[in-house]
């Protein structure tokens, strides 16, 4: 009698569901005597790892750039039977058997410093190397939801020369070369961001170029209150050396590609470095630099922010050279 009890109320639980959380009959005030409810035991899906594809071999390919198979952006010198001869981040050379090739970009972007070059750090000991990389991924998604191609000179925390990364921008020739920097050292206080953009003083686009991206940084920056320091001459300007020439390198070697360098803050002062701290205001200075890049790329404002800067005489700060560089594995 309990078995047919036990069949009716199977039958009665799949008309009715009237079932308990296993899925199973629920015999409220049976017999003691009613068999025990069968265990279902059901087996996980099973999971496959999908493993990417090598990267092609570049032996025969034709390309001004290279990403290596660790995603390290390399310019192409030229070819080799074994695939192609790279430039490497510390200055030297390579063949790469194996890589991505890329033959144009709108966009570079640069990320100051990297490696054992930190680059400023703020008392918060928040280091600018960070700080760029950060700013620079905002900037590159910001741009590429906005279907511009663009190009990292630097993808991870390595050291690369000025002159590598230049070579990605000359190789390349994008429209817009932009490198990504947070400033030291300032004049003193002031009432809003002291934000620099540097630009070619030969190059009416360069100029044009660092007079948006001066517009969309201060504007991005002065919503926030803290406060700021900064050079007297803060705004969109040019910067000579003794010769008459540019005075920052990746300015004065990237010559014939529109470029800029940008100070977005100064990360050696308290209060902007805590603020440079937060993820949103790394967003923001990120979004900033897309904005200006897309406004000279799809419009002709001219830019505004424009100064003339006063004579300085000290000297660039330290890195950029090749003297004990070690490059990252390729």
Known sequence: MP?????IA????ALLAACNGNNEPSFEGAAATTAPPTTTTTAAPATTTTIPPPPPPLAGVRAPVVVSPRGVVLPVVGPDPGGVRV???????TVLANGTPVTASEVVLDAGHGGDEPGAIGPNKLTEKALNSAVVAHAQAVLQEARVSVVLTRTGDYRMTLGARTRIALALRPRAFVSVHH?????GPRDTPGSETYYQSRSADSKRLAGLLYEEIFKAMRQYQVAWVGDTDAGAKYRLNTRGGDYYGIIRQAAGVPTSLVELAFITNGPEAELLARPDVQQAEGRAVAMGILRYLRTSDPGSGFTEPYPRSTPAGPGGGSAGCQDPAL
Do not use: E, M
């Open 3 to 7: 078995t047919r009890l036990a069949a």
């Open 87 to 93: 430039g490497t981040p510390c200055g030297a050379t």
């Open 10 to 13: 199977v039958a009665a639980c």
């Open 183 to 187: 400033n030291g050292d300032p004049d």
